[in-house]
């Protein structure tokens, strides 16, 4: 295996698992945590390279005033295109993201369970709301993915391109995904 990419997914699901069991979230948020994990270690330096991953890719440093606390409360105005004049136009919200097509913030609101994006919000990142502050257990459960063991090899004859006679089922190992000329 990939020792590097191994310990990279352990660190998301380390940092997911940390964002969802230190706020008062549901748990069915953990791919919005992931995504917001993923925006955060792009724009961080790593011991790989003396710059950021994002650095690399657009050949500017990182601007990080605009991270934020996953999970805490927040005002936001999401657009609403046809609200009445006197209807109250912010929204008890938590904050979950990054918008992924603007400038904005993704935003969590639990009483209508719906996500929205928009620039406009005040975030309370030293308070909670409803008094909760208790760290929940979270488990994230791997799935693994059964790989047949055996596999067909086929000897091609120079001259025909004939299949051979020797053909044979061999278990699987790792010199086997490598191409061999005989």
């Not at 352990?10 to 919005?32: A, N, Y």
């Not at 925006?39 to 690399?56: G, M, Q, S, W």
């Not at 969590?108 to 030293?126: G, M, N, R, V």
Request: proline share 6%.
């Amino acid at each position: 295996m990939n020792g590097v990419a191994e310990r990279r997914n352990q660190t998301f699901k380390d940092m997911v698992r940390s964002m969802i069991c230190h706020s008062t979230l549901p748990e069915s948020l953990w791919g919005e945590a992931l995504k917001t994990t993923t925006y955060i270690l792009n724009r961080v330096p790593t011991k790989a390279a003396t710059k950021t991953p994002y650095e690399l890719w657009i050949g500017r440093k990182p601007s990080l005033k605009h991270f934020h606390v996953w999970g805490c409360p927040t005002e936001a105005r999401p657009y609403k295109p046809n609200e009445k004049k006197l209807y109250s136009r912010i929204v008890s919200s938590y904050f979950i993201g990054y918008s992924e097509r603007s400038t904005g913030y993704k935003f969590y609101d639990p009483i209508l369970k719906t996500i929205f994006e928009t620039e406009t919000a005040t975030f309370f990142e030293d308070i909670e709301f409803g008094g909760k502050n208790k760290i929940r257990k979270f488990v994230l459960e791997e799935e693994s993915v059964k790989i047949p063991e055996l596999i067909q090899i086929v000897t091609f004859d120079d001259v025909s391109l004939e299949p051979s006679q020797n053909i044979a089922d061999e278990p699987r190992t790792q010199d086997d995904l490598v191409v061999r000329e005989e």
